[in-house]
């Protein structure tokens, strides 16, 4: 679920609220959300990814998990992985699946799986994002991105373990590079395995990110998720993906 491939406003610490500052609990033992920022603001101090090392033996815990998800989903959802690659393939010239380069752990490069959605395949310094009725999607395409079922193959990716099931969204080099010298602490993204989900995404943050700002609530929610990282939050994290698959709004 990215936008060049989502609980309310820019971060964990800081989403689901109206702007009153009240606190928000999302189940029992996670940490009280705190009051929204402003649009832009930096992130509170708080939010940092050293609490990553700490986690040991939990994060391996969701390694596993990672493993046994990945391999149970690629055998259940075979049916239906082989059927949309025929419709893909009666839909419009091109390979089945898609490889882009993304950044990982530790910033080293991956490459990400996808089922094509566009007449193109980019991976170069500069790749534009997709936008409402982007003639480049295809038929097929433009449903796939809607469901985010074109992320499905990315489960090799979690097997192999350059992924996991969930964490922050990669985004391509080309916008790493283009978002990682203005927005704060874009970085630190990294300090975790990317996601085929994330908070951002089941908090909205869906489609293009057409500015700084965009992808600084996007950056805020992902060092959120990292600084309260818990195996019930990534619980929490799978279920909303559902919801929002069954309601899709704002990937095109």
């Known amino acids: 679920m990215d936008g060049g491939d989502e609980l309310g406003s820019s971060g964990l610490g800081r989403a689901g609220l109206d702007g009153g500052g009240l606190a928000l609990l999302l189940a029992p033992g996670l940490v009280p959300l705190a009051p929204a920022a402003e649009a832009g603001a930096p992130p509170p101090a708080v939010l940092a990814h050293p609490v990553v090392s700490r986690r040991g033996a939990a994060l391996a815990s969701k390694r596993a998990v990672d493993v046994v998800g990945s391999a149970l989903g690629l055998v259940l959802l075979l049916p239906l ?11 419009s010239r091109g390979p089945v699946l898609f490889r882009q380069t993304r950044i990982g752990l530790g910033n080293r490069p991956f490459r990400v799986w996808k089922f094509r959605t566009m007449t193109c395949c980019e991976n170069g310094s500069v790749i534009r994002q997709a936008r409402p009725d982007d003639p480049r999607v ?6 796939l991105r809607r469901t ?18 969930v964490g922050p969204r990669p985004h391509a080099v080309a ?10 602490r874009y970085a630190e993204r990294h300090a975790m395995r990317p996601g085929i989900t994330g908070w951002a995404q089941v908090r909205g943050c869906r489609g293009e990110t057409p500015n700084a700002a965009a992808m600084q609530r996007r950056v805020d929610l992902d060092l959120a998720y990292i600084e ?3 195996p019930l939050l990534d619980v929490i994290i799978l279920a909303m993906t559902l919801r929002e698959v069954v309601r899709p709004q704002a990937a095109y």
């Open 138 to 143: 295809t038929r097929i395409g433009r449903f």
């Open 148 to 165: 985010s079922l074109d992320e499905l193959p990315q489960l090799v990716n979690v097997l192999l373990g350059s992924m996991s099931l």
């Open 81 to 91: 992985l082989l059927a949309i690659a025929v419709l893909i393939k009666c839909d």
């Open 228 to 230: 309260h990282w818990s």
């Open 175 to 184: 916008h790493d590079a283009q978002f990682a010298g203005i927005v704060a």
